[in-house]
């Protein structure tokens, strides 16, 4: 195998989530058994400009793989949008001799690794970290399945309280602009209604389902909604929904961050293993600039022009299967 890169660096960048230091730690030894050193980043591309920059083996690894959040810390870095802050960084890099990165975050993140590239020509890899699972080129991003499961349990507790009272509950979960952690949830605790952007349900089209409900006295209801959705998130729908369905008990529950903590999943374990490990042989093999995603059980290398610029798309049948179920 020949030998593109000497030394690299791994951060973590954007909203932390469950598997990031699962995917540090392949990342780190993959590269330690080719014989590279490895230095890591903290706080995200904040970090590079502000030289928090420190070599790891693979003791500074250890215990981590069950750890939700991620030991290099995380941030948002407006500095980096500029072209000063991107040169100050990439002068920390230089002064070590980092010759290729891993980044692992979200789309945001995918774009701070591609000004890298093309600016410096500094070889990038980019690894799909959110629990929005809103990235094109893969079917799983690390952190989601853990989200979702996270959501799950919460909702389950949720529809006991709500049996109990015979109560309409409205439970608004993450995904920023995608609904996959509603629809996924949705679906798994047996949701009436599922609110998601991809696939605008119109708040009239829940009115009229739920108020068939209630002629046939059901009087338990769940509706989740993915803080994306027109409506404006739980608080939004509940308002509507309370001044046209009165009789209805009408209860708002917004799980917010307890979904982007927890240990992390086998399922999210393995694919930051996988793409961690992945990462730093296509840094190796030259293949540079990609984000390492996996589709049907296989690597799959996207450019990462692509995966920033392409969305990630929504089966046919999804909300049609929604429906039925619920029915
Ligand atoms: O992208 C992950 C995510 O948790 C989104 O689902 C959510 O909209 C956002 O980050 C919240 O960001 P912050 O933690 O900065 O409030």
Redesign the pocket.
């Known amino acids: 195998m020949s030998k593109t890169v000497t030394k690299i660096g791994v951060l973590t960048s ?2 932390d ?1 469950p598997g990031m230091n699962a995917a540090i730690r392949a990342a780190v030894r993959t590269a330690l058994y080719y014989g590279l050193e490895v230095f890591g980043i903290y706080r995200g591309y904040n970090g590079m400009i502000e030289d928090e920059i420190v070599q790891m083996d693979s003791r500074s690894v250890a215990n981590i793989i069950q750890r939700g959040g991620t030991i290099l810390k995380t941030a ?1 870095s407006k500095e980096f949008y500029n072209e000063e802050g991107r040169k100050k960084a990439y002068a920390n890099l230089v002064k070590r001799g980092i010759d290729g990165l891993v980044v692992i975050g ?1 789309n945001g993140s995918f774009t701070g690794a591609y000004k890298l590239s093309q600016e410096f020509g500094l070889p990038c890899v980019a690894l799909p970290g ?3 699972k ?1 990235l094109y080129g893969t079917d799983f991003t690390i952190g989601f399945d853990t ?1 979702v499961n996270t959501a799950v349990q919460c909702i389950d507790k949720i529809r006991d309280t709500a049996d109990a009272h015979d109560r309409l509950f409205i439970v608004e979960v ?3 602009h ?1 609904g996959y ?1 509603a629809l996924h949830s949705g679906i798994a605790t047996g949701a009436e209604n599922i609110l998601i952007p991809e696939e605008e349900t119109t708040i009239e089209e829940v009115i009229a389902s739920l108020s068939e409900k209630e002629k046939r006295k059901k009087l338990v209801n769940l509706v989740v909604v993915a ?2 959705h027109s409506s404006g998130g739980a608080n939004g729908v509940a308002e509507i929904l309370k001044a046209n369905l009165p009789n209805l008990d009408t209860r708002v529950t917004i799980l917010g ?1 307890i ?2 903590g927890g240990s992390p999943t086998c399922l999210d374990r393995l694919i930051a293993s996988r793409m961690g490990y992945h990462a730093v042989e296509s840094l190796l093999e030259g293949r540079h600039n990609v984000m390492v995603g996996i589709l049907n059980n296989a690597m799959h290398y996207t450019p990462i022009e692509i995966a920033i610029r392409e969305k990630q798309r929504l089966g046919d049948d999804w909300m049609k299967m929604v429906k039925i179920l619920a029915s």
């Open positions: 954007g909203g989530s948002r979200g959110t629990i929005d809103d989200a993450m995904g920023r995608a952690i803080e994306g961050h979904q982007r």
